[in-house]
């Protein structure tokens, strides 16, 4: 009867813990994700495996980043069983991480594009609004990869159209490499009008290519633009100022 009870009573304790851990809020759960990174926190670890273990998504996901991101095959090969379990419940930014490592693992190019093409169909068809100031979404980098494996033939048949769409929609969704290429494939077609509004955009995002691409046509009088010095330099100063956030820890 004792035994009995006692059981009962670690098994309830068990289940509580569990429920608190399967709901610890986001910012506890970026916490030991920075001191896992940083300082390879065993306490955090420790955190993250627990609210995991108990059915925590986001715990999942960041755990799985933690793990992928070690130079160890062991711990990557955890790392993407804990980003496809995130993955699978539909969490879109473990979705892009995991077709990003299997991508860059170059062990599975087919899964690769598979969860990159889930994650980007996350976006609709066109943004409600066309706002390049906030980090673009895990659907945008996950459309602007697949831009990639397309226009390459990474593991894939190489085709050139799905690419582009893949890129357009990078784009519209405010990823600057993407606004950048997408400017590049119109001036190869002869539509400057829109090479041009894309550039502007990819600039606007701090894009270096795009600034010193603008700078360049001011310069020569290219794209309908008449030769202008002074926004020649500016373009300029814009680029060396985005190379220098680039390389810049």
């Known amino acids: 009867m004792i035994f009995t009870r006692v059981l009962l009573i670690t098994a309830g304790v068990f289940a509580a813990a569990a429920f608190v851990a399967a709901r610890t809020p986001t910012r506890d759960i970026d916490e030991w994700r920075v001191h896992a990174l940083s300082t ?4 955090s670890m420790t955190k993250l495996r627990a609210a995991s273990w108990a059915g925590n998504d986001e715990a999942a996901l960041a755990l799985g980043t933690v793990l992928v991101a070690r130079n160890d095959d062991s711990d990557t090969r955890e790392g993407i069983g804990w980003l496809e379990r995130s993955a699978n419940s539909g969490n879109v930014d473990a979705q892009y991480m995991l077709g990003r490592v299997l991508f860059d693992r170059k ?3 087919t899964q690769s594009r598979v969860w990159l093409e889930r994650a980007a169909h996350s976006l609709p068809v066109a943004p409600a609004t066309l706002d390049d100031d906030h980090a673009p979404p895990a659907g945008a980098q996950a ?10 033939g990474y593991g894939a048949p190489r085709d050139t159209a799905a690419g582009v769409r893949w890129l357009e929609l990078a784009a519209r969704h405010g990823m600057p490499q993407a606004q950048f290429q997408l400017a ?18 990819a600039a606007h995002g701090e894009n270096p290519e795009a600034n010193l691409a603008l700078a360049i046509a001011y310069r020569n009088g290219e794209m309908g633009l008449r030769r202008d010095d002074d926004t020649y330099w500016n373009y300029v100063k814009e680029t ?3 190379y220098k956030h680039r390389i810049q820890p």
Do not use: C, F, M
Not at 40 to 43: A, D
Not at 143 to 152: G, T
Not at 184 to 201: I, P
């Open 40 to 43: 390879r926190s065993v306490s």
């Open 184 to 201: 590049n494939v119109y001036r190869e077609r002869g539509d400057d009008a829109k090479a041009l509004a894309w550039l502007e955009r």
């Open 107 to 109: 062990t599975d190019l």
């Open 143 to 152: 459309a602007y990869w697949l831009s990639s494996i397309y226009r390459n």
């Open 240 to 242: 060396l100022h985005d």
